[in-house]
């Protein structure tokens, strides 16, 4: 039987941060001031994320709903941000990004790509690592939602992995300068994964057995 989880992911957090900033901002687009549209982008989908958590978490323990544990939690929850844009941008300079040109530009994508994949995790599985290698393996989800999590996670990792391809290209359009090719397959990775996963779950849920963790 499908297992219940703790909320849905937030499919309208990825598509609404394409089109909020047009209204807001005058002469918006997503070329042009792409380094604006990185952060608004990665601030909507972590603020969807929290409040979805926020309303829709577990019931705790007495010991987990003491200020102290949250405190400490939330604290956690930013160092593992920190350390996965942190990773992220060695990652891609290691793959050939620029190291000194368009440094904010690396780590921004950098922060987009963690908002896509950490941001969730940390919401959903808490600052574990066990927990996340567990939801990661091949057959270590519990729940729906963390077969969500495992498609949006690596929907998001191979659009911006396919949008790297046209960077080299001989094309000289406006839309392969790094990174903005990369962010945007990140963030259609993302919002094609929050579409694919239910879709997913729905066609293979008499195959779905989880069991408690």
Same mark, same amino acid.
């Given at each position: 039987?499908?297992?219940?989880?703790?909320? !849905?992911?937030?499919?309208?957090? /990825?598509?609404?941060?394409?089109?909020?900033?047009?209204?807001?901002? $005058?002469?918006?687009?997503?070329?042009?001031?792409?380094?604006? %549209?990185? *952060?608004?982008?990665?601030?909507?989908?972590?603020?969807?994320?929290?409040? =979805?958590?926020?309303? &829709?978490?577990?019931?705790?323990?007495?010991?987990?709903? +003491?200020?102290?544990?949250?405190?400490?939690?939330?604290?956690?929850?930013? #160092?593992?941000?920190?350390?996965?844009?942190?990773?992220?941008?060695?990652?891609?300079?290691?793959?050939?990004?620029?190291?000194?040109?368009?440094?904010?530009?690396?780590?921004?994508?950098?922060?987009?790509?963690?908002?896509?994949?950490?941001?969730? *995790?940390? *919401?959903?599985?808490?600052?574990?690592?066990?927990?996340?290698?567990?939801?990661?393996?091949?057959?270590?989800?519990?729940?729906?939602? $963390?077969?969500? =999590?495992?498609?949006?996670? #690596? +929907?998001?990792?191979?659009?911006?992995?396919?949008?790297?391809?046209?960077?080299?290209?001989?094309? $000289?359009?406006? %839309?392969?300068? %790094?990174?903005?090719?990369?962010? =945007?397959?990140?963030?259609?990775?993302? &919002?094609? /994964?929050?579409? #694919?996963? !239910?879709? %997913?779950?729905?066609?293979?849920?008499?195959?779905?057995?989880?069991?408690?963790?």
């Amino acid at each position: 039987m499908v297992g219940g989880g703790r909320f !849905p992911f937030p499919a309208a957090g /990825g598509r609404v941060s394409i089109f909020i900033p047009s209204v807001f901002l $005058e002469n918006f687009s997503i070329l042009e001031t792409h380094l604006t %549209w990185l *952060c608004i982008c990665s601030v909507f989908v972590t603020a969807v994320n929290l409040l =979805l958590y926020v309303v &829709v978490k577990p019931s705790a323990s007495a010991k987990r709903s +003491s200020l102290s544990y949250k405190v400490t939690r939330f604290l956690k929850c930013c #160092i593992y941000f920190l350390m996965s844009c942190f990773v992220f941008h060695v990652i891609f300079v290691l793959y050939g990004a620029p190291l000194i040109e368009l440094v904010l530009e690396t780590f921004l994508f950098a922060v987009i790509l963690s908002t896509f994949t950490t941001v969730p *995790c940390l *919401c959903l599985l808490g600052p574990n690592i066990k927990a996340w290698l567990r939801v990661f393996s091949r057959n270590g989800v519990t729940s729906i939602w $963390e077969n969500s =999590l495992q498609i949006t996670t #690596i +929907s998001s990792f191979l659009g911006s992995w396919f949008g790297a391809f046209p960077i080299p290209l001989d094309w $000289e359009r406006p %839309w392969q300068v %790094w990174p903005i090719s990369c962010t =945007l397959g990140a963030t259609f990775g993302y &919002v094609a /994964g929050l579409v #694919i996963s !239910p879709l %997913w779950i729905y066609w293979n849920r008499k195959q779905l057995t989880y069991k408690n963790n």
